[in-house]
Each structure stands twice: as C-alpha cells, then as structure tokens.
C-alpha cells in the first residue's frame, strides 16, 4: 500500500460585502479542465508558492506570525489578486488600502504572476506596495482526506472587499464568477445549479450564520478554529466525507458526487 500524497499547502480568501439581502462573498467557477475541483464553485484560492514565504518584508500586520503563518496570507492575497482582481495592499507608507484606480493599473500583473514571469517580491517592490495582512480574519483549516489522490492543507480567511476594486475571474482557472449570498450558494447546490464540494459548502453553510460583514468577522474571531481532516464512509447508499459533529459546523456529512 502506498503512502498518502502530502496535502500541499493552500490558501483561500471569502471575500466578503454587505449587498441588498445581506452578506454576500464573491464566488468562482473553475475551468474544467483544472484537475482539482474542476466545474466547481469555489473561493478565489490556491496552493502556497515558495515566494509566498519570502515577502515578510512587504507586509503589515505580521510581527506576532510565524514565517509560515506569513506565507500564507500572502499566498491567500495573492491568489485572490490572480484569480478575482481584488488586492489587499496599501501603497508603501499609506493607511488606506489603494483604490480602484490604482488596481486597474496594475491589472497586467495578475498574468505574469500567473505565468511565474516575476515573483511576488519583486511585484511588490516594482509597485512600491505593502501586504494588508491585518486585514484578514482566520476563519477555518481543512485538510483533503488521505484517500484523496491530491491533497491540500488549506486555510480559510475573511475579508471585507474594498468597495471599488472590481471582482472579475481570470479566464483561466476560473471561468465565471457570481457575488452570492450563503443562503442562495447552499440553495443553488441543493438544486443542482451549482456544484459545490463538501468543504467549500461547509463553509458557505457557517458563513451563512452571519448577516453582515461585521459579525461574520466578529464570528471568525471569537470562535476556536480546529484543523479538519475528514473521512469516508462507506454506507448502503453510497460513500459519505465526514467531519466530528463538534467541529462547530452545521453541515458534517456529504455523500460523494459521483454516486448520488
């Protein structure tokens, strides 16, 4: 028996705003022929770049994180960046996250950042910029189970999206993209018009818990956040992932797509 695959380290932003029925985050479909997830309506994310680990020196908020703490907000904000366009970043001495105008200038970069055409240090020394780390709330930690072929060890954090940066997918791993209240994704996979799986939809679920920006944030902050490596079921019906019924979620079992 071989080994399991080591989870490969990811990270993941629910970009969050206060819309006309209430707490909405920004949602993306993955391309169909990425190999994880693929169709799938998910949070702008991916796995950790080692030049994710190599940008303390650009970021606020960071003095009481471990290096890989860093590293991961980092990748989480420059995943985001990539993949919807929003970047939480202040120009290098400003307290305010840089606005609309200046994003749209540095739109060109989300493809060289994607293509590994420059690193994420020398992006943000070229642009005179620095991480908003601060403004990110852990919100949860999920590792892929050991039956899985590719695993990742991924954590989940909250962020209030700046009101004029514009959210659009990237048009390579992500092929759509929808602001969505929890209530309206969990309705949506339940029907079938989405695809959602179990960790992003338990999360959907817990952040539905919440009505606005604020106690979403408030939530995160207040609650014990333990690491979560689901395991499966086999049943009569099928095969079940499952997670503790104490791990704080309203959602702990889900039956495997691909037989129901």
């Known amino acids: 028996m071989t080994d399991p695959s080591t989870p490969i380290p990811a990270a993941t932003i629910l970009m969050l705003r206060d819309g006309p029925n209430g707490l909405e985050t920004f949602m993306v479909v993955r391309h169909h022929q990425i190999d994880f997830a693929s169709g799938a309506l998910v949070f702008p994310g991916g796995k950790i770049d080692d030049g994710d680990f190599k940008v303390r020196d650009f970021c606020n908020g960071v003095s009481s ?3 890989t703490s860093v590293g991961l907000m980092a990748g989480a904000i420059r995943e985001a960046f990539e993949e919807c366009g929003i970047l939480l970043a202040r120009e290098n001495g400003v307290s305010d996250l840089i606005s609309g105008e200046r ?3 540095l739109e060109p970069y989300r493809d060289k950042l994607h293509k590994g055409e420059l690193s994420f240090a020398e992006f943000l020394a070229q642009e005179h910029l620095t991480l908003a780390c601060d403004k990110l ?3 949860a930690h999920w590792i892929t189970p050991p039956v899985l072929p590719k695993r990742f060890d991924t954590h989940f954090y909250l962020a209030s999206a700046p009101a004029d940066h514009l959210a659009i997918h990237d048009g390579h791993e992500s092929v759509d ?5 929890p209530a309206d994704a969990a309705k ?3 029907d079938g018009t989405y695809t959602i799986i179990f960790p992003t939809l338990a999360n959907v679920e817990m952040l539905g818990e919440s ?3 604020e106690s979403a944030m408030d939530m995160a902050n207040n609650r014990n956040i333990v690491s979560i490596l ?3 079921e086999e049943r009569e019906d099928g095969t079940y992932v499952c997670i503790p019924d104490d791990a704080g979620y309203t959602l702990y079992e ?3 797509p691909e037989q129901v």
């Not at 993209?177 to 209240?181: A, D, K, L, R």
């Open 137 to 139: 709330q852990h919100f």
């Open 211 to 213: 009505e606005s920006v």
């Open 103 to 105: 994003l749209s200038a």
């Open 254 to 256: 889900q039956k495997f």
């Open 177 to 181: 993209s929808i602001w969505i209240t």
């Open 188 to 190: 949506g996979e339940s």
């Open 230 to 232: 689901p395991w499966t």
């Open 65 to 67: 994180a471990d290096d």
